[in-house]
């Protein structure tokens, strides 16, 4: 009886957490969970987001909250992506903070409290920071990649934009939820873009135990191409650059075939011009890729699809 009554009332703290086929690790993150905010001592909530999870997923989840009300599950349509999950959570919060952590256990949920400590000395979100990373080559490569970009881009001096651990205060938290109808499946930029002050903890950051990661190879490129196409107009502005070098390198190399051809009466220009023709039309092909993602993101804007789905909310 008590858990409800606290269920009823607007809690400080909601933890969200998008869930896709997390069956393995969801009986200890949970638990781990529950102790960490319980010993914290500040009013909470949990939000899991369920994304289209195929496995028995969800059944833990309305389990979870049958067991502690304050467990609140949110079912999305189908799988829409981390990024739609996140705010599909965010529409459902009721905490005055709002952190996220990711389902997988890698990001150990006794962090979360550091993340708000951190919070409270005047920031507006806080990102944990993964000093010792247990990732592959890969990833790790693709994480520095990416938090490139967004440091250049949006000029923000931030270590790790990728890490799930963040916190946020809910004023944040309602503007970003005014901006999910971009389409953009990387939350720092939109972050970023408000031009709130954020801070920075150093978080562990654990091997996963079970099960295997659902955000692979693909997902990174997806995200990097949106990353580009989605904040910045550059990538046309830099082929542009490479454009113009390279044509004014073909008409040095016209001016160095017709010379030579007038002086020394020799040349055999058709393989450099073959090579030159080839790298020409792969920068007319990259070109064209931009433009038919810029010319397609307008066309889902045209179509005004939602960002995500609710199927149900429990609690």
């Known amino acids: 009886m008590q858990?409800?009554?606290?269920?009823?009332?607007?809690?400080?703290?909601?933890?969200?957490?998008?869930?896709?086929?997390?069956?393995?690790?969801?009986p200890e993150l949970h638990e781990r969970l529950i102790n960490v905010l319980d010993a914290y001592g500040r009013s909470y909530e949990i939000v899991y987001v369920d994304d289209g999870s195929k496995d028995s997923t969800l059944?833990?989840?309305?389990?979870?909250?049958?067991?502690?009300?304050?467990?609140?599950?949110?079912?999305?349509?189908?799988?829409?992506?981390?990024?739609?999950?996140l705010y599909a959570g965010f529409s459902q919060v009721r905490g005055r903070i709002v952190a996220t952590l990711d389902a997988d256990l890698q990001n150990p949920p006794e962090e979360v409290p550091k993340l708000i400590d951190k919070l409270d000395e005047g920031y507006d979100a806080v990102y944990g920071w993964r000093v010792n990373r247990h990732d592959t080559a890969f990833r790790l490569w693709a994480s520095r990649l990416l938090n490139a970009m967004v440091a250049r881009i949006m000029q923000v001096d931030v270590h790790d934009h990728g890490c799930s651990l963040k916190a946020f205060r809910r004023e944040v938290v309602d503007q970003l939820s005014g901006l999910f109808s971009h389409h953009s499946r990387y939350l720092p930029t939109e972050v970023a873009w408000l031009g709130v002050r954020i801070g920075e903890v150093e978080v562990a950051h654990m091997e996963r135990a079970d099960g295997k990661s659902k955000y692979g190879l693909f997902e990174?490129?997806?995200?990097?191409?949106?990353?580009?196409t989605t904040i910045t107009t550059a990538p046309f502005e830099f082929v542009g650059v490479i454009g113009g070098v390279l044509s004014a390198l073909g008409i040095?190399?016209?001016?160095?075939?017709?010379?030579?051809?007038?002086?020394?009466?020799?040349?055999?220009?058709?393989?450099?011009?073959?090579?030159?023709?080839?790298?020409?039309?792969?920068?007319q092909l990259i070109v064209t890729s931009f433009m038919c993602e810029y010319i397609s993101r307008i066309f889902r804007e045209v179509q005004n699809k939602p960002y995500f789905i609710i199927k149900e909310i429990v609690g």
């Open 220 to 228: 990174l490129v997806a995200t990097s191409f949106d990353l580009l």
């Open 252 to 283: 040095l190399v016209g001016a160095f075939v017709a010379l030579r051809w007038l002086f020394v009466g020799t040349s055999e220009p058709f393989a450099f011009v073959a090579a030159l023709m080839l790298f020409l039309v792969g920068v």
């Open 59 to 85: 059944t833990l989840l309305k389990a979870f909250h049958e067991a502690a009300p304050r467990t609140r599950v949110v079912q999305l349509a189908k799988n829409f992506g981390q990024s739609p999950a």
């Open 3 to 26: 858990e409800e009554c606290m269920a009823t009332v607007a809690p400080e703290l909601s933890i969200v957490i998008p869930v896709f086929n997390e069956q393995e690790c969801l």
